[in-house]
């Protein structure tokens, strides 16, 4: 499966911003996958913000993000999204969107990032 992240910008501070990652591929079912959201800035290591399980009835949030960022799924459209809202500037950062085939517990596909940047 390839996944595209696409989205990112430059926002000032609590404003919002939606991430959207497509999945496509010659043969791969979107509902094997949990989907989830990384971001890493330079330096740190990638940060897992949200994830999101195949059927999109279970969602997780890293504490710096829990009641901002809402992740989703689309499965009859392959695409999942990152719905952030009251951005702050320690948000800034290349955005991934990956899949797993193990529930998480390994991240088999990433897409390339897209740069996130929250600043006055």
């Known amino acids: 499966v390839q996944l595209q992240a696409s989205g990112g910008g430059l926002v000032q501070p609590g404003s919002s911003l939606t991430l959207s990652c497509t999945a496509s591929?010659?043969?791969?079912?979107?509902?094997?996958?949990?989907m989830g959201w990384f971001r890493q800035v330079p330096g740190k290591e990638r940060e897992l913000v949200a994830d999101i399980s195949w059927s999109g009835g279970i969602a997780n949030y890293a504490d710096s993000v829990k009641g901002r960022f809402t992740i989703s799924r689309d499965n009859t459209k392959n695409i999942a999204w990152l719905q952030m809202n009251s951005l702050k500037p320690e948000d800034t950062a290349i955005y991934y969107c990956a899949g797993s085939l193990s529930d998480g517990r390994r991240w088999e596909s990433w897409g390339k990032g897209t740069q996130v940047t929250v600043s006055s």
């Open positions: 591929g010659g043969d791969f079912t979107f509902t094997d996958y949990s």
